[in-house]
């Protein structure tokens, strides 16, 4: 079989991606874990409740959550950028 048949094939892979959320008062915490089965990313970012913002907790965990994914897809994007450097340099045979 040649590469390019292997390549071909359909195949399916499964990530998994873990969000913990921390509240203590008015800063949401988040540890986002990205788990590709290749390689493990993680993020920890947060958010702050502004002192006039009337109190909401989902308003907090959605911002903070959404930046650790933000960040998360950043990093992803870092690691394919050095991966394809890598795979550039690399003598094929």
Known sequence: MTQNAIDDEPRTKHWTLRLDLFEEGDLTK???????????LESRTEA?????????????????????????????????????????RTPHT
């Open 30 to 40: 988040v540890h986002a874990v990205l788990d590709t089965g290749d390689s493990i």
């Open 48 to 88: 702050r409740r502004s002192p006039r913002d009337t109190p909401v907790p989902e308003i907090g965990d959605e911002f903070a959550a959404g930046r650790a994914l933000v960040d998360l897809g950043h990093r992803l994007l870092r690691a394919g950028t050095i991966d394809s450097s890598a795979e550039e």
